[in-house]
């Protein structure tokens, strides 16, 4: 038995269990999927960079970073989804999404910070 095998059975347990507790039962097949996710890529990272100090902190860590990635692009896709429907091209509504935000955030600065084009032109 090879030592990821034997990292794999010992920890693998109990990084369901605490996903599980973090992000709630109802995500219990994120938290299998993140694990298995996480494992594969400890094979590919530590073949290169070598295995961590911790590599159960390693490994935890890891899968809690990518079950947020999901879940982050899970609520960004069900924010948009209306604005999908109505646009034929994803790019398109992420654009309009950033426009938007950008005009909140210049209609929220005092006046003294808006760029003001006080050129008159050729005269």
Known sequence: MEPSDHLFRREAGR???TLTRVFGVH?????E???????????EVWKFRGVPEN?????IATAK???LDILRRQRTA???????GRAGN???VVKHAVLVRMLVHL?????????????????
């Open 15 to 17: 990084m369901v269990a």
């Open 27 to 31: 995500n219990l097949a994120l938290a």
């Open 33 to 43: 999927d993140v694990v298995q996710d996480a494992f594969c890529r400890a094979l």
């Open 55 to 59: 590599p159960s902190a390693w490994l």
């Open 65 to 67: 970073n990518r079950a």
């Open 78 to 84: 069900r924010t948009f989804a209306p604005e999908l």
């Open 90 to 92: 994803f790019a398109d």
């Open 107 to 123: 209609r929220q600065k005092p006046a003294p910070f808006r760029v003001i084009d006080t050129h008159a032109g050729a005269g």
